[in-house]
């Protein structure tokens, strides 16, 4: 089984681990609670990715008559990333809409794992991509005389090409050994974060 050292960007900064007095009343699997206790929650004020946030923290709460435990919110508490009471099993659940709640992850564990492949996929497709140029009215002027005089500093050479084709086929194939059930069903959380990164939308 996987522990937070094998998590870096997620547990880079802090962790919350919890006794347990504090698990007593969460009817979750042991492993789950294990996982609590040895390894904690990421504990960040910052965006993970994806608009996940995780302060640390966790607390039941009630949706369409079952518990969950939220572990943390997606865009500003748009929707509650919780642990499902008995399966353990991650959902996203919006409150306030009353929609079904979206499937994540089987266990803790995998939601962690998933979140830190993507975060370095974000890492790798950032470092390739070449920003935006913005300059001045002066650089400008500067720039276009340089042109004029031929004295205008060569552009660094192009970084190599990012290949999402490849990156897509690699992510896919990370979640199906590591939670087949996270993109079983093209409505579940990770199968539409796939079906993005194949279209080059994220």
Known sequence: MINNEQLPDLYKQ??????????????????????????????????????????GSIEEFQFNGKSYWQIGYEWEHVSIIALEEGSGAVFSITVSKGTPQVFINTDLPAFLTFLQYYKQYQGRKSAVEIPIATYSRDEMLKRLQEMKNRTITPPPPR????????????????????DAAAIQDENNWWSIILEQVEDDLL
């Open 14 to 55: 802090k962790a919350t681990t919890f006794t347990d007095e504090q698990l007593n009343s969460a009817q979750l699997p042991a492993a789950t609670k294990t996982w609590l206790k040895k390894n904690g929650l990421p504990a960040t004020s910052e965006e993970i990715a994806l608009g996940i946030h995780l302060p």
């Open 159 to 178: 970084k190599e090409k990012f290949d999402q084709k490849r990156e897509f086929k690699a992510m896919k194939q990370f979640f199906k050994q590591n």
